[in-house]
C-alpha cells in the first residue's frame, strides 16, 4: 500500500513546499498577464500614432517631442526602478501601463520606417523565442539565471 512507506518530512514542509510551488506558478502567470497587458497596450498606441497622421506629425514634427518622449520613458524607468519598493501594487501597475502606453509612442516610428511583413517576423521570432525558453524554464524546472551574462552579451553583439 501506498501508505506504508515511511514519511520522510514532517507533515507541515510537505504542505510548504506543495504550496510553494502553486504560489510559483500563480505569481508566474500574474507576470505572464501583465507582460501579455503590457505589451498589447504597447502594439495598440503603435498602431493608433502610425495611423494617425496627425498624430505622426505632432511627433515626427517637432524633435523636442520625439525626444521629450524616450527621455521620459528613461527616465520613468529609473524613476520606477528606484521606487519599485516603495510603491502600492497600484500604483506600479499603472506606471507600468504608463510606460507601455510611451513605449508605444516611441515605438510606432518602427512601424512607419520597415515593411508590415519585416515587423511581423520580428515579432513572431522574439515572441517564439519567448516562448521557447519560457516552456524550457517551466517543463525543466531548471534556473536559467546563469544565462544571464550570456545572452547579455549576445544582445550587446546583436545591437
Do not use: C, K
Request: no cysteine; charged share 10%.
Amino acid at each position: 500500500m501506498p501508505f506504508d512507506h515511511p514519511v520522510t518530512a514532517p507533515a507541515h514542509e510537505q504542505v510548504l513546499v506543495h504550496g510553494a510551488s502553486d504560489v510559483e506558478r500563480r505569481f508566474m502567470a500574474a507576470v505572464y498577464r501583465w507582460m501579455t497587458l503590457g505589451l498589447g497596450l504597447t502594439a495598440l498606441v503603435a498602431y493608433t500614432v502610425a495611423s494617425s497622421e496627425t498624430l505622426l506629425v505632432m511627433l515626427l514634427g517637432n524633435r523636442l517631442v520625439f525626444f521629450g518622449l524616450i527621455i521620459g520613458e528613461l527616465a520613468l524607468v529609473v524613476w520606477i526602478s528606484a521606487a519599485v519598493q516603495r510603491l502600492s501594487a497600484a500604483g506600479a501597475g499603472g506606471l507600468f501601463l504608463l510606460y507601455s502606453a510611451l513605449n508605444g509612442a516611441t515605438l510606432s516610428v518602427v512601424l512607419i520606417a520597415y515593411t508590415g511583413a519585416s515587423v511581423t517576423l520580428a515579432f513572431v521570432t522574439a515572441a517564439g523565442v519567448f516562448g521557447a525558453m519560457s516552456l524550457y524554464g517551466t517543463v525543466t524546472r531548471r534556473d536559467l539565471t546563469s544565462w544571464g551574462s550570456f545572452l547579455f552579451m549576445g544582445l550587446i553583439g546583436v545591437v
